[in-house]
């Protein structure tokens, strides 16, 4: 049964604060997204990582960064939290196959709510 | 850029009525077309793609091409059925591109 879970469920933070959403899978999947959803606007991917320290912008990378050190774990870094980045972030993680050519179920996490005030 | 279009935030439905939740793509060759679901206090998860042609909980969705078309049918909505749903269509780098999603209610 895939696995991906996510440090917190709620996290409240202040205006300038750095914050950090850990992901973690445990099926050896190479692909790890982070996607923010909010109502109307639905998902939206923020960044993405093919692989170890590999990692590809989404539709919304401004102000976020990310870090995959290990190919189990994405970290998705605020580095300065506004307001305007109080969402729902929700991780997912894919198998890749060499060859395959369809895409593959991407798993979710429960997704982590952050309040910036 | 390819768009994923969901016209309706919410539809409400009786119990046994015909569900028919609407999506559109932006035309880019052969598109692989996907819905998730989101069940209260529940994760996301894969419904149904449309390459492996399968109904899941009796749900259809079949692909048009002519209308850029991937609408998610069932002919009898059930209250359980009750949930966010998402469009969403692959692109490169195993990216899936999601629509803004329709939320189904049925009322019992």
């Known amino acids: 049964d895939v696995k991906v879970t996510q440090s917190s469920r709620y996290l409240v933070k202040r205006t300038g604060e750095k914050v950090f959403l850990e992901c973690v899978q445990d099926?050896?999947?190479?692909?790890m997204f982070w996607y923010r959803q909010d109502p109307g606007l639905g998902l939206r991917l923020i960044y993405f990582s093919y692989d170890v320290k590999m990692k590809e912008k989404g539709d919304i990378p401004e102000g976020y960064s990310v870090s995959r050190e290990k190919k189990e774990r994405f970290s998705l870094i605020l580095e300065s939290a506004s307001t305007n980045q109080t969402s729902m972030y929700l991780c997912?993680?894919?198998?890749?196959?060499?060859?395959?050519?369809?895409?593959?179920?991407?798993?979710f996490g429960p997704g982590t709510r952050l309040t910036v005030l | 850029a390819q768009r994923v279009t969901q016209p309706e935030k919410l539809l409400s439905v009786f119990k046994g009525a015909p569900v028919e939740l609407k999506c559109n793509y932006s035309?880019?060759?052969?598109?692989?077309l996907f819905w998730y679901v989101q069940y209260s206090r529940q994760r996301l998860q894969l419904l149904l793609r449309h390459i492996s042609r399968e109904s899941i909980k009796g749900f259809t969705a079949d692909l048009n091409k002519g209308e850029t078309s991937f609408h998610l049918k069932k002919p009898f909505a059930q209250e359980e059925d009750s949930a966010m749903y998402y469009c969403a269509r692959a692109g490169g780098y195993q990216k899936v591109t999601f629509g803004t999603g329709t939320k189904l209610q049925v009322i019992p």
């Open positions: 099926m050896d999947h190479e692909n």
């Open positions: 035309y880019s060759g052969s598109p692989e």
């Open positions: 997912a993680s894919s198998l890749w196959e060499l060859g395959r050519s369809s895409y593959n179920e991407q798993f």
